[in-house]
């Protein structure tokens, strides 16, 4: 079977994933043991020790290769795991250039533990790709984005910042945590490196916490599988099985998702207790037609900002949902409500926060593939107690 000729939904199901070799188990078994025996100290075995390598880690390894259409993927304790594994391909005195909405975690990390080991960090607006050459020096080594972004869904051109990127001889990476492969494989549109956190579409079901890289050129790879071997941040053999469980329903839950967002978002824009809503497939939205362009559908993340737009009508909010969980991921079957300013981008400064558009009022919905009227309901009810 030729893998690369399968379509996307085939490869979610079968790519990288022919039966076990023990016994033909059609399912990855769970290879829950620290070390393999060996016959003779002389013989290299594919399996040795699992910091190095682990046969269920390497099943769903071969499964994110197969749907970012990329060549080696390496799967990690988490997806800061994953971004921290990264930047350490790069030295002291290097400079990155990051788009300036981006997730907080990938912020603080990025700030509060690499900045110490003098690399620097340009924060950029990348809707206007223009921008990206103006912070460009000799010391630039690394573009970092996430697109949609995270709460804003703000969404750059992939293939545009990687012409950019290979002009000046830099690394592009993408957080494609958002869009998931179903939506985009940033690899196919230049990209070299794509990350993901697992914990969030692939996985799918709030019950992991995972990550992962993925790229299309050996060098790299080479590199990076040295840094997770070194540094030991790797996706354990139960969550590695989970993550791949997951994985093999994404193209029906990323269908769904996107089908209750769609309804969801336009509900919201008609509300009359809500101010602004932020969805990439509104025609008005200022990067719809790059979205279109980029993606296959516009994802399941919107956020919104009500009426009024303070913090205490949000908390409100969010805390007379039911269906809803206030809580602090996305990604997963059921759905989510988050309220940036005091979770997930609690860690970026207020002043920066604002600077962005994160507003003390804005409220993000990771949208479930629960019935849609359900959400609905849920939703106006809890809108029109404010
Ligand atoms: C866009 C994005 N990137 C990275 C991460 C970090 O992933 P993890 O929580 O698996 O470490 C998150 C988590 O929320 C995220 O939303």
């Not at 970092?144 to 995270?150: A, D, H, K, L």
């Not at 494609?176 to 196919?188: D, G, I, K, R, V």
């Not at 009500?306 to 039911?322: Q, R, S, W």
């Not at 919905?365 to 404010?386: K, R, T, Y």
């Amino acid at each position: 079977m030729n893998e690369k000729k399968l379509k996307f939904n085939s490869k979610v199901i079968h790519g990288g994933q022919a039966p076990d070799k023990a016994y033909g188990a059609v399912s990855a078994p769970i290879y829950q043991t620290s070390t393999f025996a060996k016959p003779s100290p002389t013989v290299n075995q594919e399996f040795e020790y699992s910091r190095g390598e682990n046969p269920t880690r390497a099943a769903l390894e071969r499964a994110l290769v197969s749907i970012e259409d990329g060549t080696h993927a390496m799967a990690f304790a988490s997806g800061v795991a994953a971004i921290d594994a990264i930047l350490r391909l790069l030295n002291a005195g290097d400079e990155v250039i990051a788009i300036n909405d981006l997730y907080g975690g990938s912020y603080r990390l990025f700030t509060k533990v690499f900045e110490r080991y003098n690399i620097s960090f340009h924060f950029v607006k990348m809707d206007d790709v223009s921008n990206i050459e103006k912070h460009i020096n000799d010391k630039t080594k690394l573009v970092w984005i996430e697109t949609p972004t995270n709460p804003l869904l703000t969404i750059v051109d992939i293939t545009k910042i990687a012409s950019i990127t290979k002009k000046h001889n830099l690394l592009l990476a993408v957080d494609n945590t958002f869009a998931s492969p179903y939506l985009q494989q940033p690899l196919t549109l230049g990209a070299d490196i794509v990350m993901h956190s697992i914990s969030k579409y692939i996985s799918g079901h709030s019950d992991v916490i995972s990550g992962a890289v993925i790229v299309n050129d050996k060098e790299i790879a080479d590199k990076l599988y040295f840094i997770q071997k070194s540094t030991g941040a790797i996706s354990g053999p139960m969550d590695s099985f989970l993550a791949l469980r997951g994985l093999k329903t994404l193209h029906v839950r990323m269908q769904r998702h996107c089908e209750n967002t769609a309804v969801i978002a336009r509900f919201l824009e008609k509300h009359d207790k809500v101010e602004k809503v932020f969805w990439p497939g509104f025609e008005s939205h200022p990067n719809h037609k790059v979205a279109k362009e980029q993606m296959k559908d516009f994802g399941a993340v919107i956020s919104f900002v009500p009426k009024g737009g303070n913090f205490d009508d949000a908390v409100k909010i969010v805390e007379t949902l039911n269906l809803f969980a206030l809580a602090d991921s996305l990604g997963g079957v059921e759905s989510l409500i988050g309220h940036p300013a005091s979770m997930s981008h609690g860690s970026i400064p207020r002043e920066e926060r604002e600077k962005v558009g994160i507003v003390d009022g804005l409220i993000r919905l990771s949208v479930g593939i629960e019935d849609v009227e359900d959400l609905i309901v849920d939703l106006d009810n809890a809108l029109n107690i404010v």
